[in-house]
């Protein structure tokens, strides 16, 4: 059948791990996107323009810092999920109570700036960031090489992928969380502090897009505009998913990552926009998201 | 009132310059992208250039006033278009400079025809320019897709890369950049085995990457620019495309686009440019002074070509001693060119200004020596075989 | 969503209120005679861009504001008619008229296709859609380029000769034609909102169940305000395509979506005449800063934050405090 449509099967199969390799990015952003939106109900604009924090902070620790790749791994995330902590204390925080709306224009707002600034500290073409050593080369799989790298990211992705979900659904924390993200108030009125619950989750969301962005360095271009049309792309993966949805955030994102690899065989040209055809189609038939609860 | 005070104003100076010199004042329009992807490539750095041309070519004492403004295009026609009919109608703009990004330079040169005033190119890669969008006010100064494709492409099929598979950014100017490429490729005996068009902007390269593998061609062109390319050539390299023995041909890369990737991800890359910092003592003096004053980053090919472009202007309002458009533009073309950058030079009627091309190869990181030391030149392009001939132009300006 | 339109129940109580009434007949006045005098003392150009604007961003505010639906992807109307009333004026010979009218017929075409899938979901769904359909606008544009030009858009296009005799290539001619064009649209949708329909439309938006209980076809009222914007968003997109002589990948683009939700804001949800104002705010600032560079994006992004943050109601909002009467 493959040979029918002139695609020799090796070739499909690399296509296919390139797809899981795409959707392993697509699932730590929407991730991400979907526990902020989860508890703060709001879209995180500015998830973009963090990822892209990610990796600058990880340039920024090997050039001024000497810090190398593994440690930025760790390091990166958590400066830029601070960031995080005090955009939610003095902006969103005093927006929690409105509608979607101004959170998603606050958010875009606080994004262009970021993006702004970079650009104007650091040039818009971008900046050199080498694969570690220890990760250099790759393996040859007889259809096709697979870098280190990217079998790297695939696995890193997937564990914390996991872990969060782990943590979110089967843990206490996560079970406190679970609870204010259904009634605020209620958890509240139990001694739980939910405000500060609320800060600790929008930086924990933060740093996973940073922790994308340490990833994505190596092998995309370091430059202040990366994340901006990323975020059209994620917030859709989330929405297909059902917003607020942890597992549905993860499957989707490596499930769009593979359909998007199929149509880079069959047509190249229209790789961007399946994910909102598929979008669409999801929202009519299934208007919760595939993985949501009906409203 | 205003037009009556303005015109006592112009007396009143030329009474003061004396007889010997009119004073003529000129407005300058550095148009380009100073927020997006060829911001470093043009950007600010083009309107240092611009100053530097007036300081180099003392105006001041010539007699002529000179005003540089600036404006950000953000890469958009619309917006390009909306300052060029502002800066014309308003504010008195006699010349636009730079314009890159194609469509945006189209945009502007149909105006600047509307309006009978100047435009000189520099950062525009599009030969429509001096094709069949020619315009008797518009030089196409520094490079264009026709260039770039006979440098790289004639090079590369000369150096027995002579089968081809394109990478191509999915939007008319990939297009272009291939079709042109394509031809030269084949017109020298090489072929062309295959492409793929990739969505733009894009991140992931990989999966084309690996068509292009599979193609089994000799040289990968990249039909694409800025953030495009540096993707691409980055993850070639990630998945051994390069070591395995398939060349890059870079069909539009910049000097910036270079340093952004680092020479452990470019070297050995090939690719064509207009300038490069580092030619001849000239070109070294200049682009120091220009470093000095842009952040310590040197000159792309781009800011180098408005520097030349501004001086050969007030080179002819000199001669014609006055800013009329037409009679500037034919001193323009009638005067030979000739600065520290560009060498000697000529404007030719369908306004394509000739000078050589550079064949460069990107250094290994052991054999840089400084920062921003990174090509090595591996050939010449006379002038006359960089650029299309008139004989084959579809410009009606020329009489054939 | 019933927080987006701060004075919302006001709107419909007040317009029964004679002194309301009057007011906004003296602001029509007013917007009339400031555009009799704008040519005279500002780049009649730059006006005609205002208002191009102005008018795709009260399109937006017809679907916010009086019908309750937040659209993101009203940049595909917009865009759409531009290319169409750009290709007929240059490759069909069309006069200006006829051009305009075939792009904004487009447009409601468009709106009606679209709206009937969009209007069965709400809120933030009911956006993602009207986005998701409008990428594929993008899509088409992009893979047309025989239509569309690709990224270099329909250049040149052609200003023509209004019903054949009036030449339209003078900027002031032009711009006299375009004002009248503005102000049929406002008086449109002062209008339409102003009609028994537009109470329906209202109703629904408060309540919708209550408005179904009492026998009126909801669906049908959503999508007919729908079309209706699209077609106003398509009178605005066809104009400026004769205005600007160009139609291109910036008029279907999702940053263009996202900027008349930016206008509407600054200018006032749910205000008559605020998206007016926030069209001229928005398109000065871009006027102004765009020789400030880099620079621009970061300003644009703190007057975001400012505006949510301080401005909520927007400027008219805050005005309409003020004078205690809804503007």
């Known amino acids: 059948m493959f040979e029918l449509l002139g695609i020799p099967p090796q070739a499909l199969f690399g296509q296919l791990l390139l797809g899981l390799i795409n959707g392993s990015f697509y699932a730590i952003l929407s991730l991400g996107l979907a526990v902020i939106f989860g508890l703060l109900n709001i879209i995180n604009f500015t998830h973009g323009a963090q990822y892209m924090m990610g990796a600058f902070v990880a340039w920024m620790c090997l050039n001024y810092l000497g810090v190398n790749y593994w440690a930025a791994l760790v390091l990166a995330p958590v400066i830029v999920g601070f960031t995080g902590v005090i955009i939610e204390r003095l902006f969103l925080s005093r927006i929690a109570h409105l509608d979607h709306l101004y959170g998603l224009l606050l958010t875009f707002g606080l994004a262009l700036i970021i993006q702004g600034l970079f650009r104007n500290s650091y040039g818009s073409s971008g900046l050199p960031y080498q694969i570690p050593d220890a990760l250099r080369g790759g393996y040859n799989l007889g259809f096709m090489f697979l870098p280190t790298y990217r079998a790297w990211v695939v696995v890193a992705s997937l564990i914390v992928c996991l872990a969060t979900w782990f943590m979110i659904e089967k843990t206490k924390l996560g079970a406190y969380l679970r609870a204010a993200t259904e009634n605020a108030t209620l958890t509240q009125a139990f001694g739980i502090n939910v405000p500060l619950l609320v800060t600790l989750t929008y930086g924990f969301g933060v740093a996973l897009a940073a922790f994308a962005g340490v990833l994505a360095a190596p092998i995309y271009s370091v430059n202040p505009n990366m994340g901006a049309d990323l975020i059209i792309v994620v917030f859709a993966v989330v929405v297909i998913g059902g917003m607020g949805s942890i597992m549905g955030a993860i499957v989707t994102g490596f499930s769009l990552g593979l359909v998007e690899g199929l149509t880079k065989v069959f047509y190249p040209e229209a790789s961007a926009t399946v994910i909102f055809i598929i979008m669409v189609l999801v929202l009519l038939v299934k208007p919760a998201g595939l993985f949501g609860r009906a409203a | 009132m205003k037009t009556t005070a303005l015109l006592l104003g112009t007396a009143l100076a030329a009474l003061a310059a004396g007889a010997a010199q009119a004073q003529t004042s000129v407005k300058v329009g550095v148009m380009n992208d100073r927020s997006g992807l060829y911001a470093d490539l043009s950007g600010e750095g083009s309107v240092i250039a611009a100053r530097m041309a007036v300081e180099d070519f003392k105006a001041a004492e010539k007699g002529i006033k000179v005003e540089i403004v600036s404006a950000d295009h953000q890469n958009k026609p619309d917006v390009g278009s909306t300052i060029a009919r502002q800066w014309y109608d308003q504010d008195g703009v006699d010349a636009i400079l730079d314009v890159p990004t194609s469509s945006v330079a189209l945009a502007v040169n149909q105006i600047t025809k509307e309006k009978n005033k100047i435009h000189i190119n520099s950062g525009a890669a599009s030969s429509d320019l001096t094709g069949k969008a020619c315009s008797p006010n518009t030089i196409h100064w520094t490079y264009d897709t026709y260039a770039l494709a006979q440098g790289t492409g004639g090079a590369m099929v000369k150096a027995g890369g002579d089968s081809w598979f394109f990478m191509t950014a999915d939007y008319a100017f990939g297009h272009a950049l291939e079709r042109d490429t394509g031809a030269i490729v084949t017109k020298n005996g090489g072929k062309v085995v295959g492409a793929v068009r990739t969505p733009f902007p894009g991140t992931d390269f990989s999966s084309f990457l690996l068509q292009a593998q599979a193609s089994k061609a000799k040289v990968i062109g990249l039909a694409n620019a800025g953030g495009d390319t540096i993707n691409s050539i980055k993850q070639a390299g990630e998945f051994g495309i390069t070591s395995a023995g398939q060349k890059l041909a870079g069909l539009l890369v910049f000097i910036t686009d270079v340093h952004a990737l680092g020479l452990q991800t470019a070297q050995g890359l090939v690719l064509t440019e207009a300038f490069y910092w580092d030619n001849n003592d000239g070109t070294r003096a200049w682009s120091e002074r220009f470093a000095k004053a842009n952040g310590g980053k040197k000159p792309s090919m781009v800011q180098a070509g408005v520097y030349s472009g501004m001086l050969h202007y007030l080179k002819a309002i000199e001669a014609t001693k006055g800013k009329d458009p037409t009679a500037v533009m034919a001193k323009m073309k009638e005067m030979p060119t000739d600065d520290p950058l560009f060498g000697k030079g000529s404007v030719r009627a369908d306004g394509r200004k000739m000078h050589d091309m550079y064949l460069f190869e990107v250094k290994k990181p052991s054999e840089s020596k400084a920062p921003w030391d990174y090509y090595k030149q591996v050939a010449v392009l006379k002038a006359d075989d960089a650029f299309k001939p008139l004989s084959e132009s579809e410009c009606p300006l020329v009489k054939k | ?327």
């Open chain 3, 1 to 327: 969503m019933a927080d987006v339109l701060p004075a919302d129940g006001s709107v419909t109580h007040a317009a029964a209120d004679s002194g309301t009434a009057s007011l906004h007949r003296n602001v029509m006045i007013g917007i009339a005679i400031a555009l009799v005098i704008a040519p005279f003392v500002a780049y009649p150009v730059f006006v005609m861009k205002v208002l191009c604007f102005a008018l795709f961003a009260l399109a937006f505010n017809l679907l916010l504001g009086y019908g309750g639906l937040l659209s993101f992807g009203h940049a595909a109307y917009f865009g759409m008619a531009s290319y169409v009333c750009a290709y007929a004026a240059k490759h069909w010979g069309f006069n200006p008229e006829f051009a305009i009218l075939a792009g904004t017929g487009v447009a409601a075409l468009l709106g009606l296709v679209f709206g009937s899938l969009a209007i069965r979901r709400q809120g933030i769904y009911f956006a993602m859609i009207t986005l998701a359909l409008a990428q594929m606008v993008f899509f088409f544009s992009l893979q047309t380029p025989r239509f569309t030009g690709g990224e270099d858009g329909i250049q040149a296009v052609p200003r023509g000769k209004l019903f054949g005799m009036i030449n339209l290539a003078d900027d002031r001619t032009l711009y006299w034609v375009v004002a009248l064009i503005f102000m049929g649209g406002l008086l449109a949708f002062y209008r339409i909102i102003h009609s028994p329909f537009g109470q329906v439309c209202k109703a629904i938006r408060d309540n919708e169940p209550r408005a179904i209980s009492l026998g009126y076809r909801a669906n049908q009222y959503k999508l007919a305000v729908f079309v209706l914007s699209a077609m106003l968003a398509g009178l605005a997109g066809s104009t400026k395509a004769i205005v600007f002589q160009l139609a291109s990948l910036t008029d279907v683009h999702w940053s263009m979506s996202g900027e008349v939700v930016l206008m509407t804001l600054v200018g006032g949800l749910g205000t008559i005449f605020g998206p007016i104002v926030g069209a001229l705010v928005i398109v000065s600032m871009q006027n102004f800063l765009a020789t400030l560079g880099a620079w621009v994006t970061v300003i644009q992004g703190v007057i975001f934050v400012l505006c949510v943050l301080l401005f909520r109601e927007g400027i008219l909002g805050v005005i309409a405090k003020w004078i205690k009467k809804p503007l």
